[in-house]
T-cell receptor
Framework: DSGVTQTPKHLITATGQRVTLRCSPR?????VYWYQQSLDQGLQFLIH???????AKGNILERFSAQQFPDLHSELNLSSLELGDSALYFC??????????????FGSGTRLTVV | DQQVKQNSPSLSVQEGRISILNCDYT??????FLWYKKYPAEGPTFLIS?????DKNEDGRFTVFLNKSAKHLSLHIVPSQPGDSAVYFC??????????????FGKGTKLSVKP
């Protein structure tokens, strides 16, 4: 157990629907990062929150949004889902707002299947 | 445009031999390089890292070499064990500007260690 909790583990939904993925960071960590891993793709950075504030955006679609709450858990909202959104979505956390030599701690991911 | 590239999707080695995983990058501003290991149905786990001011870092059976002039790094595993069979991701961080704190990942190399 890495200490980063992601729910749900699996999600199957229809095109056009909206889903919410949840992440609880490791105790004491203030940063939450979201990554998407599609088939044959590496981990694509989506968005980074630090202590409730958005710090950086990567290749995140306008249909996707995220937030980090005062208790530091984060939610990734995916709307108007398309077949191509099917992927593994990983959340990671770290103590600071910078990726130093110790990197992040990842959760086990949410597998989203859009049918 | 991929800033971190792992050109070998897969690698197969015999137990006890050396495994060498390679990674190339394009951004000279990267200041840390990290390797993550990922087993199926789990999130990536941090393995080893190296600062851009060093050319080698060793941790047990794992050694990472950095050649800044060639913008190339490699992970050596000696001796390889069947339990090392996993997907290995190379990642880089650039702690400046809008990229502050984010890790950029390659697509991964699947290592298979045969008994």
């Amino acid at each position: 157990d890495s200490g980063v909790t992601q729910t749900p583990k699996h999600l199957i939904t229809a095109t056009g629907q909206r889903v919410t993925l949840r992440c609880s960071p490791r105790s004491g960590d203030l940063s939450v990062y979201w990554y998407q891993q599609s088939l044959d793709q590496g981990l694509q950075f989506l968005i980074h929150y630090y202590n409730g504030e958005e710090r950086a955006k990567g290749n995140i679609l306008e249909r996707f949004s995220a937030q980090q709450f005062p208790d530091l858990h984060s939610e990734l909202n995916l709307s108007s889902l398309e077949l191509g959104d099917s992927a593994l979505y990983f959340c990671a956390s770290s103590a600071t707002d910078r990726a130093f030599n110790y990197g992040y701690t990842f959760g086990s991911g949410t597998r989203l299947t859009v049918v | 445009d991929q800033q971190v590239k792992q050109n070998s999707p897969s690698l197969s080695v015999q137990e006890g031999r050396i495994s060498i995983l390679n990674c190339d990058y394009t951004n000279s501003m990267f200041d840390y390089f990290l390797w993550y290991k990922k087993y199926p149905a789990e999130g990536p786990t941090f393995l080893i890292s190296i600062s851009s001011i060093k050319d080698k870092n060793e941790d047990g059976r794992f050694t990472v070499f950095l050649n800044k002039s060639a913008k190339h790094l490699s992970l050596h595993i000696v001796p390889s064990q069947p339990g090392d069979s996993a997907v290995y991701f190379c990642a880089a961080s650039a702690n400046y500007g809008g990229s502050q704190g984010n890790l950029i990942f390659g697509k991964g190399t699947k290592l298979s260690v045969k008994p």
